[in-house]
């Protein structure tokens, strides 16, 4: 699948008050409450003009400090195809997994990918192609695909308790 | 081959005979927090709950401490609807707001058990690694599933081992090791590991325990954590814990790490944690003199009686500068209530300090103490993020209490160690 729609570039250390700030964490949960302070922050211009389909690239420790998941729950929601970043911070990872949020880690690719980039992603066999030239990233173990291949860890739950009660 | 603290742990919970750095395994945690954001985490399970009803009443604790008194029609909703399903489902672990920050609660109601596993919704649970517990935070969407299921999984993380011995000097504590620790290795240098603190530990208080394991997540850890010894049982006993109530847990000798460092608290110097990262770490001869318009002491981080004690000695019979507002808020209302018997909290009021309600609301920007642009606030918090205190053209500096109470007092960024605390 190439991308046609657009590239979000960031740098290092992207936080989640740069991503969503604190001072919404209590007033807004739902992904309509959300979207409009996405990276309000950081890019004042990327809540209106993302669309579905697009990347976001960003250097190390993207979506570190707080336990917030609005970051996570909102990407998800505007219809960010993947997140492509040199590294991630712990809570963010698992947030991501549990919203259903593809992250990919791979910092040779994010060394590469330019603003005007062509970026093709084969999730399943771990490979990004940009502007014709493939990079390899880790897939995920099977037991936390299963969380995210359920539309996330809430989906998954359901589907669990069903199936014990069914029992 | 031995073991880290993590790898036993995870082990045990696991109900697995050895575990290796990587592997996933699904544990049931001995408890899940939640606090201000438990209103949103129901919303989203509220057919299931009515279908299924919570896996254990015993399991959530909750604390209301992030926006109390509650600031605003949205927030007092969230505390009511809250309340209503603690009573709807007879859960026993509640505390409303006024309790305290809900790292300390945890901790003075004798839930942080040794050897036991706590995960939270929120990052600062890494916390109770202060008394060799597995803690570490967790997103609301997980809390939701954990209400219900009772488990959830980890990957075993790999584990650094810091060593530490000596003393600190005086106007030097917790605030600044850590503080240095994350210059450093900086704030991704720990990422998905476990940080382990070993050596001479005689020099760290419970306190400053407490203080290092809580900022574990700002060097990226999933927990840190600190062996039980004579310092832990003593605290442990003074809140009513028996020694055979709990079960500890460390790592063995040869345990295998996948990096050591070494710190002497004796060498210790006061640092900040300049803007906009807690990893931007300077000395404090850097910023000596630096005007700050509004000073913090307080947080989980460093809302202690001990951090309220220092700031109380040196400014009895004192004034705080008139170009500073000094926002003083207890991590708990137990902490208040000690430091009004031991008259500190008179000393601050009288020096012209702003006492505030248990509680973290300026910390995060959402409930008072909000910073105007071109502001500077010298605040004992963990973090420093752009915009965190309400106002993305404000900055934070983040320091130890007694540089946090010296530099109130003077107006401008002071060295504690040129103040007799």
């Given amino acids: ?167 | 081959m031995g073991k880290t603290f993590a790898e036993k742990l995870l082990a045990r919970k696991a109900g697995l005979s050895e575990v290796k750095p990587g592997q996933i395994v699904t544990v049931r945690p001995d408890h899940l927090l939640t606090h201000d954001n438990t209103a949103a985490i129901i919303g989203k399970i509220k057919d299931e709950l009515d279908e299924f009803g919570v896996i254990d009443p015993e399991l959530s604790i909750i604390v209301l401490d992030h926006v109390v008194p509650a600031a605003n029609e949205k927030t007092a909703t969230n505390h009511k609807v809250i309340r209503e399903f603690v009573k709807k489902h007879s859960l026993v672990n509640f505390y409303d707001a006024g309790e305290g920050i809900c790292h300390q609660v945890v901790i003075e109601k004798g839930f942080a058990r040794p050897g036991t596993i706590i995960v939270g919704s929120d990052s600062h649970t890494c916390s109770y690694g202060a008394l060799g517990v597995f803690s570490t935070g967790i997103d609301r969407t997980e809390a939701a599933s954990l209400m219900l299921t009772g488990e959830t999984w980890f990957k075993v993380p790999r584990s650094i081992k810091i060593n530490l011995s000596g003393k600190f000097v005086s106007g030097v504590s917790a605030k600044d090791l850590v503080l240095t620790i994350i210059g450093d290795i900086r704030a991704d240098g720990a990422n998905y590991n476990s940080v382990e603190f070993h050596g001479d530990l005689s020099g760290m208080s419970i306190e400053d325990r407490i203080t290092v394991a809580n900022m574990g997540v700002e060097m990226g850890a999933k927990n840190a954590v600190f062996p039980v010894d004579e310092i832990t049982r003593g605290y442990l006993e003074s809140i009513n814990m028996e020694a055979d109530s709990y079960e500890a847990v460390w790592a063995d000798e040869d345990a295998e790490y996948y990096q050591e460092l070494t710190y002497n608290l004796g060498e210790v110097e006061p640092v900040i944690a300049k803007p906009h990262t807690v990893d931007n770490v300077t000395k404090i001869t850097d910023l000596e003199g630096m005007k700050i318009q509004q000073c913090l002491l307080g947080t989980c981080t460093n809302g202690r009686l001990v951090d309220i004690e220092k700031a109380a000695t040196l400014l009895k019979g004192q004034k705080v500068s008139s170009d500073v507002r000094f926002l003083v808020l207890p991590a708990s209302r137990a902490i208040l209530n000690e430091a009004l018997r031991l008259g500190y909290i008179e000393s601050l009021s009288m020096a012209g300090a702003i006492i505030l309600p248990p509680g973290c609301g300026p910390c995060l920007g959402a409930h008072m103490g909000v910073l105007a642009p071109g502001e500077k606030c010298l605040s004992t918090a963990n973090r420093n993020f752009k915009g965190r205190m309400g106002c993305k053209e404000a900055e934070i500096y983040l320091s130890s209490p007694e540089t946090v109470a010296v530099s109130a007092m003077h107006g401008e960024v002071t060295d504690p160690r040129k103040v007799n605390m």
């Fill in chain 1, 1 to 167: 699948m190439a991308n046609e729609n657009q590239i979000w570039k960031y740098g290092d250390d992207i936080n989640t008050d740069m991503l969503f700030p604190g001072k919404y964490t209590y007033t807004c949960s739902t992904a309509e409450e959300i979207k409009p302070h996405l990276l309000e922050d950081l890019d004042p211009l990327f809540a209106q003009g993302v669309q579905r389909g697009d990347i976001i690239i960003a250097g190390k420790n993207f979506g570190c400090g707080s336990s917030r998941e609005q970051p996570a729950l909102g990407l998800r929601a505007v219809g960010i195809k993947a997140v492509i970043a040199k590294s991630y911070a712990r809570i963010f990872y698992r947030a991501s997994i549990n919203q259903g949020l593809l992250l990919i880690e791979c910092p040779e690719a994010v060394d590469l990918i330019q603003d005007n980039s062509t970026v093709e992603l084969d999730i399943e066999n771990g490979i990004i192609t940009i502007d014709g030239k493939e990079v390899t990233f880790p897939t995920l173990p099977e037991e936390i695909l299963a969380i995210r291949d359920n539309g996330g860890l809430l989906n998954y739950t359901r589907k669990k308790l069903r199936a014990r009660q069914t029992k």
